[in-house]
């Protein structure tokens, strides 16, 4: 069975000090990966993907993650978070043309 | 820079009232997706186009709601009639390419639904 899970519900982080958004999959395939960012009462933005490529992606706004097959994991760090970051976080892998998400994870930053 | 258009961006309406959402995907994007997220969840998938066709619509409630993507471009997802647990915001994302793509999903800003 596909599936995705997100270890957090919530993460909370000072503002300055380094993020972890935990991700692992479930796929009988070599998925493609994604993290997107959601502001409240907005669209999803996509922040990074994985295509079987380099292991360690780069994306936007200092983010990057690192995809571990032998963990079955794809987790989103940042150096040093900023106020801006605070918001939901979702880790959806895509298989055929199916994209599947998990439940997602809210990051509220402590100034 | 492109982007996939929605509207309304909030909606309020009472229960067994009609609604109706448009999207207009970025151009060229032949897949086209319709998701449900209430709120603190995840989003669910409604319905799914290639072009014109449904691909995948086994979420979709058909007793009330019905999506049309005629002409291939913009679509309409349509509840009627509406009830309380249809409260959420509707999302519809666009991408370029079919299966076996690995082509990201492009978001619209959403269509806040409250039913009273």
């Known amino acids: 069975a596909q599936s995705v899970t997100q270890l957090d519900s919530h993460v909370s982080v000072s503002e300055g000090t380094p993020v972890l958004l935990r991700c692992n999959y479930s796929?009988?395939?070599?998925?493609?990966l994604f993290w997107y960012v959601q502001h409240p009462n907005k669209g999803l933005q996509l922040l990074l993907k994985y295509t079987s490529a380099a292991t360690l992606v780069k994306g936007i706004n200092g983010f990057e993650a690192e995809f571990k097959k032998s963990e079955t994991s794809f987790h989103l760090t940042k150096p040093s978070a900023h106020m801006s970051d605070a918001a939901e976080y979702f880790c959806?892998?895509?298989?055929?043309?199916?994209?599947?998400f998990g439940t997602g994870t809210s990051l509220t930053v402590i100034p | 820079e492109a982007e996939v258009a929605q509207s309304p961006r909030y909606k309020i309406t009472e229960k067994s009232q009609a609604v109706a959402f448009w999207c207009d995907p970025i151009?060229?994007?032949?897949?086209l997706y319709w998701y449900r997220q209430i709120l603190g969840q995840g989003p669910e998938l409604l319905v799914q186009?290639?072009?014109?066709?449904?691909?995948?619509d086994s979420q979709l409630p058909k007793d009330r709601f019905s999506a049309e993507r005629l002409k291939g471009v913009d679509s309409t997802l349509k509840i009627q009639p509406a009830e309380l647990g249809d409260s959420a915001m509707y999302l519809c994302?666009?991408?370029?390419?079919?299966?076996?793509?690995?082509?990201?999903?492009?978001f619209g800003e959403g269509s806040r639904l409250t039913v009273l």
């Open positions: 796929s009988s395939y070599s998925p493609s």
């Open positions: 959806p892998f895509l298989t055929g043309n199916q994209f599947y």
């Open positions: 151009s060229g994007h032949a897949t």
């Open positions: 186009f290639q072009d014109e066709s449904v691909v995948d």
């Open positions: 994302a666009s991408r370029l390419g079919g299966p076996g793509s690995t082509g990201e999903l492009f």
